[in-house]
């Protein structure tokens, strides 16, 4: 017999990206029923780490994990009353918390210069991932992002800044991405997956040729269609060889899911605790 809807724990992800996703595999696993809610900035470059493509194709697999689009708060609602599952939408925060109060809810947007909202008020638990939070001021446990310090979780301070330096993927830096010089409309043939030399033209933003910065493993890719504004990473190249990865879950986003989830089962005691102290 299924769960009744108000017994199924409910968590809401801000974002879709591989961060995300990679903490939503640990969630559907520990027994939540898990939305991934999409933002389109950041947007999202290493899709095949990732289940944002099921806004697009209905379906995007993960592992084991076998994600569906949600396009109203019906359908969520619906979900709650299933075994637990992993759920991706346009759907906005704003529109997902009439569905039913949220137990976790976790912004793992990554947009490293904008200003977040205090979330305290919106669920049982808030976690908030990299620039921009505080458990003092927006959140209930802020957990860094950056290299050297990815997974940690911060005590009652504002996590570090964004200090616009890359994390090294087989010592290369950000010598292996492609930015944005300007907004516009993102076109491309190339999958992720692809070898590609450097050079060699991947996609047009607004009609201008962008070039592959180095030889290597395509690793992320914006999709093709879309809208980006200046300033973001439109594509990354593995330069690791057979080491590369493009698929699946990595180091850092296993790193930073461990410490999210680790933060809930603790919060999760800490209740237990409180309901039955000794």
């Known amino acids: 017999m299924p769960q009744p809807n108000d017994h199924r724990l409910f968590a809401v992800i801000l974002g879709t990206n591989e961060i995300a996703s990679a903490i939503a595999l640990q969630l559907v696993r520990a027994g939540y029923c898990v939305v991934l809610s999409h933002d389109p900035d950041p ?8 289940f944002h493509d099921a806004l697009f194709t209905d379906t995007a ?15 969520v609602y619906q979900a709650l009353r299933r075994p637990p599952q992993v759920m991706v939408t346009w759907l906005g925060l704003l529109d997902l918390l009439p569905v039913r109060h949220i137990d976790l809810l976790i912004d793992a947007r990554l947009q490293k210069r904008r200003v977040t909202p205090d979330l305290r008020r919106l669920a049982r638990l808030t976690i908030g991932l990299g620039p921009g ?20 979780v911060t005590d009652a301070r504002w996590t570090d800044a964004a200090d616009g330096v890359a994390s090294s993927l ?16 993102w076109h491309t043939p190339i999958e992720i997956g692809t070898r590609v030399y450097r050079d060699l033209v991947l996609g047009h933003l ?41 698929t699946g879950t990595d180091q850092r986003g296993r790193a930073i899911a461990n410490a999210a989830t680790a933060a809930v089962r603790l919060h999760a005691a800490r209740r237990s605790t409180h309901r039955n102290p000794a």
């Open 43 to 50: 947007p999202v470059i290493r899709r095949k780490m990732a």
């Open 61 to 75: 697999q993960l592992e084991d994990i076998v994600a569906e689009r949600v396009d109203d708060g019906v359908q």
């Open 133 to 152: 939070f505080s458990s003092d001021f927006n959140c209930d446990v802020a957990v860094e992002t950056r290299p050297g310090k990815i997974g940690f």
């Open 170 to 185: 087989g010592d290369v830096g950000a010598e292996r991405f492609v930015y944005s010089q300007f907004a516009g409309r």
């Open 206 to 246: 607004s009609g201008v040729p962008l070039l592959a910065p180095r030889d290597g493993i395509l690793r992320g890719i914006v999709r093709d269609g879309s809208e980006v504004p200046a300033g973001v990473k439109l594509l990354e190249v593995d330069p690791r060889g057979r080491d590369a990865q493009w």
